[in-house]
Structure formats: structure tokens, C-alpha cells
């Protein structure tokens, strides 16, 4: 059974920084795709950013320049990592972890609130 356990939302000012992670536990095929999805209030959850098993990345155009994906180095703690920088109120969401082998797993969310 495989397990994904986001975390590091919270509350942050616009123009500030949060790093979520997102830990994989269970038996995980090694060629698999991660990606962060976001759900505000009142709107479809969204696609946010990917990583595959080559580390090619991917980014929603409104994240770009702002958000990036990554995984550990060797891989061998199963995380992935978003980096988020000068955020905005518009980024306020429940962010979630999809992860994509042999089957697809989803996370029960982080929220990540941007406000003054």
C-alpha cells in the first residue's frame, strides 16, 4: 500500500517562501511521476508542477519562474519537494501530492495561505 504525506503549508505573506514535501512510503516502482496539484475554494483542483523519473520538470505557466519541483538527491527518502517563492494571494489553495506508476496515488492536501 502506498502512502503520500504532504507537508509544510501554512500561513505566509505575499512575497514570501514555503518548501512543501511530499513523502512516498509503501512500494513505489522507481520510474514514476510526481506531480503537485492545488484546489482553491469554489474552483477544479489544477495541475501546479511535475517531476518525472528522469528529474525533467514540468510548470504550470503560472508558477514559472516562481515554484520549483525537485526530489531528494539519491532518491532514496521517496520525497518530493516544491519550492515556492514570491507568493501570491492567488496561490492560496489546499496543495496535493499525485504520484503516477503502476497505479495513482493522491495525498490528503496541505493548505497554503497567502494574505497580508
Known amino acids: 500500500q502506498v502512502q503520500l504525506v504532504e507537508s509544510g503549508g501554512g500561513l505566509v505573506q505575499p512575497g514570501g517562501s514555503l518548501r512543501l514535501s511530499c513523502v512516498a512510503s509503501?512500494?513505489?516502482?522507481?520510474?514514476?511521476?510526481v506531480d503537485w496539484y492545488r484546489q482553491a475554494p469554489g474552483k477544479e483542483r489544477e495541475f501546479v508542477a511535475g517531476?518525472?523519473?528522469?528529474?525533467?520538470?514540468?510548470?504550470a505557466d503560472s508558477v514559472k519562474g516562481r515554484f520549483t519541483i525537485s526530489r531528494d538527491r539519491d532518491n532514496a527518502k521517496n520525497t518530493v519537494y516544491l519550492q515556492m517563492d514570491n507568493l501570491e494571494p492567488q496561490d492560496t489553495a489546499v496543495y496535493y501530492c499525485?504520484?503516477?506508476?503502476?497505479?495513482?496515488?493522491w495525498g490528503q492536501g496541505t493548505q497554503v495561505t497567502v494574505s497580508s
Open positions: 499525485h504520484l503516477i506508476s503502476t497505479e495513482t496515488y
Open positions: 517531476i518525472d523519473h528522469n528529474n525533467r520538470a514540468d510548470y
Open positions: 509503501g512500494s513505489i516502482y522507481r520510474l514514476n511521476t
